[in-house]
């Protein structure tokens, strides 16, 4: 049977590493101190990053494997089961891990906005790649944390653990701002593949037996995790993979409404809407007119392209 590790607390990732456990709900792990490991799969109850110094087993999430090389940051969220796979060799761990029980961040402000951070959510190929000199801000933001949980438990603790974390959280959120810009080769053709995609889609019989495609699935069409696939829309175009997706919607919308022998009605149909009046609701939101209205405005343009 594979073995599965369960990590429901610090204490458990802790053991697992040979790390002392300071804190019963955070803790920077040193890696190093690990015993020899080869293949498992591990079950997380905690929020995990690791920072791995050396390339020692891959990763994979689903039947994913993660672009996962020497200095990058993987982000684990409770609920996910990761596997490392050493294609059979014993390996020694290297490197640091910031783990933390949901717990802890209740009655902080940064809990109130922990789903800010989608790169949670990030599966396959999407690791934070570091240059040196990020490298050296995570190590510093880990030892910030490392130093409060060395000191006595006050009622100052929590906030400067959760202040530091958000810290933390920060800067990786600016980091891969910098990688979605440096990483144009990894990314380069998604918006064009994006775009295809939609084509071939909306010229197919299947928005009417499937209706309106989804950014999950447009995703998974792609090799992405849905929020990786948003975010990078969303710094490439100014707009949500939602938003990019009704703006399609819209403009083969308004090519269609050109075709006086299909009714309002039947457009919306054809695009994948269940309900046509779901249809001229979006339509009029974008375009500041209902179809009816649209049509009847471009009634010279209309008759002379029949």
């Not at 594979?2 to 802790?14: A, G, L, P, Q, T």
């Not at 084509?199 to 009417?208: A, V």
Request: charged share 25%.
């Amino acid at each position: 049977m594979e073995r599965i590790i369960n990590f429901d607390s610090v204490h458990d990732y802790n053991a697992f590493n040979n790390n002392e456990t300071l804190h019963p709900l955070i803790s920077i792990v040193d890696l190093s101190k690990a015993d020899p490991r080869s293949h498992y799969k591990m079950n997380f109850g905690l929020f995990c990053i690791i920072l791995k110094e050396i390339k020692c087993g891959d990763l994979k999430y689903g039947n994913n494997y993660y672009d996962y090389q020497e200095g990058t940051l993987v982000f684990f969220a409770p609920g996910q089961v990761i596997e490392v796979d050493a294609n059979g060799e014993i390996y020694q761990p290297v490197g640091k891990a910031l783990i933390f029980h949901p717990d802890f961040l209740h009655g902080t402000a940064l809990g109130k906005h922990m789903d800010d951070y989608s790169f949670f959510s990030y599966n396959t190929n999407e690791a934070l790649h570091l240059s040196e000199k990020e490298r050296k801000i995570i190590l510093d933001c880990f030892a910030k944390i490392e130093y409060e949980l060395e000191q006595s438990i006050d009622k100052h603790s929590k906030t400067l653990i959760a202040s530091n974390i958000e810290l933390f959280l920060n800067y990786c959120t600016r980091f891969y701002d910098r990688q979605f810009i440096t990483r144009d080769t990894v990314h380069k053709g998604v918006l064009e593949r994006f775009e295809d995609l939609l084509n071939g889609y909306f010229t197919s019989d299947r928005p009417r037996t499937e209706g309106l495609p989804s950014v999950a699935w447009c995703a998974d069409q792609l090799n992405l995790s849905a929020n990786y696939f948003g975010d990078l829309v969303k710094k490439e175009t100014g707009k949500s993979a939602q938003e990019y997706i009704q703006a399609k919607v819209i403009n083969i919308a308004k090519e269609r409404i050109f075709n006086i022998n299909k009714s309002v009605s039947e457009i919306a149909y054809d695009l994948g809407f269940k309900y046509p009046q779901h249809f001229t609701r979006l339509f009029k939101q974008r375009v500041g007119c209902t179809p009816s209205e649209f049509r009847k405005s471009n009634e010279d343009m209309i008759f002379s392209s029949n």
